[in-house]
């Protein structure tokens, strides 16, 4: 693992793999296996930004930063590109990609406390909503006003 990674549990248990990447998500970000896409002459799948209903039980799946290309966790996939992906356990601690709200960093939707209950939304990031069932993760600690969408410490429910 290198310096303020997105996994952060020191041993983690949970499954890696690698895919083919459709859109231009950041590390941090939540995907799902792209229906109807064959695997690729490697055996690979294709995955998309998580993109179905905010908070609804699905896998989840966290896109990984890079490193074989050099890249970070502030560098976005390009499409058609091999992605590293980790499906977590519970107990897990991941820095996960919190979407900013209002865009303003002024909205109480934009701050995040320690114990928040976060949820995934359609596009593959969380945020403080959701009814108890939806809950994905709880944040680790306190950010904001975001001014931006934003990698928080969090652990996995």
């Keep these: 693992m290198y310096p303020n990674d997105i996994i952060i549990t020191a041993d983690p248990k949970g499954h890696f793999a690698e895919g083919i990447i459709d ?5 941090g970000t939540f995907v799902q296996l792209k229906a109807g896409v064959a ?4 055996g690979r799948h294709t995955y998309e930004p998580y993109n179905g209903t905010d908070g609804a039980k699905t896998a989840k799946i966290l896109l990984l930063p890079d490193y074989n290309q050099g ?3 502030s560098d976005a996939y390009e499409t058609g590109k091999r992605c590293f992906l980790y499906w977590p356990l519970p107990g897990d601690e991941l820095r996960l990609l919190f979407k900013n709200l209002t865009g303003t960093g002024s909205g109480t939707d934009d701050d995040v406390k320690v114990g928040d ?3 995934m939304t359609d596009d593959g990031l969380v945020e403080k909503a959701g009814a108890v069932d939806m809950f994905v993760a709880v944040s680790l600690e306190n950010v904001g006003p975001l001014l931006a969408d934003t990698l928080v410490h969090c652990q996995v429910l």
Aim: aromatic share 0%; proline share 20%.
């Design 23 to 27: 859109g231009t998500p950041l590390p």
């Design 39 to 42: 695997p690729d002459g490697n």
């Design 71 to 73: 890249k970070g966790e």
């Design 117 to 119: 209950n976060l949820s």
